[in-house]
């Protein structure tokens, strides 16, 4: 058995609001929900074929299926991978609007996680609708989600303030850039703008001495500059092989961004082993045009942390083969920014009362365990 896969399945390509932004057209969003068979056929061979597998529900709105079909997905995911054999687990990634408290309170139940996409102060730019009403009519117990921020053109320099307003409630967030696919290209921020702001948001928190919650991705660059990778994030770094994604119609993709044609993997309709859809052409598009572009870095000085980068991302830049695109150049200024901020504490040993726990606690165990790479 491989031991873990990240399964992102698209229930449905239909969405309850109209963000301006998303990589799906308003012509791919539309009514059309995925079957539970093909459902039940990718858990099935998801479990024979995997330890453990981490099932990520996106769209589309997810939740814009009734809560009777997570009730079935839970079903076949004990019924495969055993009742609480900490073998599987689950996100839901909202826009939010339709929570409630009887959906949180089955989702605590569950042990499955909540990612609601929304930029705090900023939501307005890229969102119609406003999800604090709905979070609003929650009580603390059942208010349990991280937020994913999409960082436009508009709001790339207020990224402390979206951090800011997140903090203040203890919620963990996410900042990602919006990625010229589908209707995002006129709102992708512009890349030194982007640094500049993230960069801004990385250093209140890096001395943040009170913060309850890690800011991502910067928590996981330090994670993965001191050695301590987190196996199947993705922010970043290559994820083929790694990752599988499953649209309403059972085509397979490598990625839940919108991918072109070229990379389908076929249809979950006609193999019998996910082994299958990574030998398809489709992926071999991917992988060879991946290939081809981190064959490009290899004097890149962080290439061991980067990879060549998203292929996704690459692909909406400067093509899939060729690096130096937004996210490569952003990666390189973010990337040596915090990793020069923790060798700094490494080579310099200050008083590690200055930093925010989650550094604090990173270093210490760096300096426990000396076992992984020096710098
Ligand atoms: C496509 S949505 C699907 C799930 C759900 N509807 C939601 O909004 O969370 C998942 C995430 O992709 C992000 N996204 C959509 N279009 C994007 C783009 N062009 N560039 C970067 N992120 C994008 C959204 O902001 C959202 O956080
Ligand atoms: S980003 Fe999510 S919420 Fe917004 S339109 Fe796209 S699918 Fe819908
Ligand atoms: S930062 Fe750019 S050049 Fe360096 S490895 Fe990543 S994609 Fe390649």
Known sequence: ???????????????????????????????????????????????????????????????????????QVMALEEKYFGKNSMRYGNTINTNGILLNKRFMAYCREKKINIGVSYEGPCNGILRAEDVEKTLRTMSDKDNKYSVGATISKESASRQREIYEYFREKDISVSLSPVIGAGC????????????????????????DKTVRVPLMPFYQYIMNYLGEPFPSDCAHTSCLT????????????????????????????????????????????????????????ASC?????????????????????????????????????????????????????????????????????PKTVSH
């Open 301 to 369: 000085e962080i290439f061991k942390y980067c990879n060549g980068g998203c292929s996704v991302d690459a692909c909406y830049e400067n093509g899939l083969e060729n690096n130096g695109g937004a996210s490569c150049e952003a990666y390189k200024a973010i990337f040596s920014h915090v990793a020069g901020s923790i060798q700094r504490i490494l080579d310099e040993e200050p008083d590690l009362d200055e930093f925010n726990p989650f550094v604090k606690e990173a270093v210490i165990s760096k300096l426990i365990n």
């Open 1 to 71: 058995m491989k031991p873990h896969i990240t399964i992102v399945i698209k229930p449905t390509l239909f969405c309850n609001i109209d963000c301006k932004h998303c990589y799906h057209t308003p012509e791919e969003r539309v009514k059309g929900e995925i079957s539970i068979e093909r459902v039940e056929k990718l858990i099935r061979m998801a479990s024979e074929e995997y330890q453990t597998a981490w099932f990520i529900w996106h769209g589309g709105e997810p939740l814009t299926l009734p809560m009777s079909f997570y009730k």
């Open 242 to 297: 790694k990752w599988l994604c499953m649209y309403p119609d059972g085509s397979l993709y490598p990625c839940a961004k919108a991918c072109p044609k070229s990379f389908c993997m076929g249809n979950i309709d006609d193999i019998d082993t996910i082994a299958e859809a990574f030998q398809t052409e489709g992926f071999g598009n991917i992988l060879a045009g991946s290939i081809e572009r981190r064959d490009k870095c």
């Open 184 to 207: 995002g290209g006129p709102y992708v921020p512009d890349t030194d703008e982007f640094v500049k702001g993230s960069i801004e948001a990385y250093d209140k928190w890096f001395y």
